[in-house]
Nanobody, 122 residues
């Protein structure tokens, strides 16, 4: 079992930056691939970024490439999402997720955090 807690969301102006963190419980964090997803009002949950268990592989939604960076610190049981050059369309609840398999599909993740709100004003 893995429990995930996100933090770092908030209100920021367009062009600004935020760093989301997701801290996991348990001693097996380093075995899990991690993903970030987001859900805007009235829309389905969408993939944002993923990182493999050692961090060697990453994948991004096309519209965030070059602006967002996913990283992890296995010693701290934490995965990060650095978000730069934020746009109003990035506004959503952001969720982190964990699974033994590396994937960009939300259905492939068994463990989810509670979400953190990111609001980007124009």
């Amino acid at each position: 079992q893995v429990q995930l807690v996100e933090s770092g969301g908030g209100l920021v102006q367009a062009g600004g930056s935020l760093r989301l963190s997701c801290t996991a419980s348990g001693r097996t964090f380093s075995m899990y691939a991690m993903g970030w997803f987001r859900q805007a009002p009235g829309k389905e949950r969408a993939f944002v970024a993923a990182i493999s268990w050692r961090g060697y592989n990453t994948n991004y939604l096309d519209t965030v490439k070059g602006r967002f960076t996913i990283s992890r610190d296995n010693a701290k049981n934490t995965v990060y999402l650095q978000m730069n050059s934020l746009k109003p369309e990035d506004t959503a609840v952001y969720y982190c997720a964990a699974d033994l398999n590396y994937s960009d599909d939300a259905k492939g993740y068994n463990y989810w955090g509670q979400g953190t709100q990111v609001t980007v004003s124009s």
